[in-house]
């Protein structure tokens, strides 16, 4: 069975630009949750989304979006590139919210901005 | 004060120790408590998680909750050069998913 899987799993780009990040949840999964995680740092909770539906948003800029398509699968946002972003970003999926149940993390994709 | 705090390291120990990782967090209505591994440049990977006060054991790994003081260790028996990563503590905020971790504490293990 396929996991977490993330697209581009490395990424480059400049001050200003603008960046999409994909996810495909495991199948069957209908919760995907973004983190950012800086060198050094824990991962901080960006998104969460359920059923299309946004469910949580942390403490990001509105430079970040994201939004989740009817097969789970689900994208992230980020306009006017900062420095600051350079990160791993990482996805997370699970069958349902708020369960206990074991979040189940992708490869990332590792973000430079220069 | 950060919701969930643990020393950054490095924490040394020598092959065959155990190595003692501590986190404490300052939500008292946190119920649920994870530890994660994470190789550098690698994503995190669940190998511990407690919910419950008291010890929760798996393989060479036990975790212990002690939810009056506040704090999640993890205990790694007889620790081998492979464990040496960094160790996230992390716990589950209410009804979603979003997992607070802490910024880890880097474990290395020497022969």
């Known amino acids: 069975d396929a996991g977490v899987t993330q697209s581009p799993t490395h990424l480059i780009k400049t001050r200003g630009q603008q960046v999409t990040l994909r996810c495909s949840p495991i199948?069957?999964?209908?919760?995907v949750s973004w983190y950012q995680q800086v060198l050094g740092q824990g991962p901080q909770f960006i998104f969460q989304?359920?059923?299309?539906?946004?469910?949580g948003r942390g403490n990001f800029p509105d430079r970040f979006s994201a939004r989740q398509f009817p097969n789970y699968s689900s994208e992230l946002n980020v306009n006017a590139l900062l420095l600051g972003d350079s990160a791993l970003y990482l996805c997370?999926?699970?069958?349902?919210?708020?369960?206990?149940?074991?979040?189940?993390f992708g490869s990332g994709t590792q973000l430079s901005v220069l | 004060q950060k919701e969930v705090e643990q020393n950054s390291g490095p924490l040394s120990v020598p092959e065959g120790a155990i190595a003692s990782l501590n986190c404490t967090y300052s939500?008292?209505?946190?119920?649920?408590f994870f530890w994660y591994r994470q190789y550098s440049g690698k994503s995190p990977e669940l190998i511990m998680s407690?919910?419950?006060?008291g010890d929760k054991e798996d393989g060479r790994f036990t975790a212990q909750l002690n939810k009056a003081s506040q704090y999640v260790s993890l205990l790694i028996r007889d620790s081998q050069p492979s464990d040496s990563a960094t160790y996230l503590c992390?716990?589950?905020?209410?009804?979603?998913?979003?997992?607070?971790f802490g910024t880890g504490t880097r474990l290395q293990v020497f022969p």
């Open positions: 199948s069957g999964h209908k919760s």
């Open positions: 992390a716990l589950l905020r209410g009804d979603t998913d979003k997992l607070i």
């Open positions: 989304y359920y059923e299309k539906e946004e469910r």
């Open positions: 997370a999926s699970s069958l349902v919210i708020g369960s206990n149940e074991k979040l189940f």
């Open positions: 939500d008292r209505g946190s119920q649920s």
């Open positions: 407690i919910y419950s006060n």
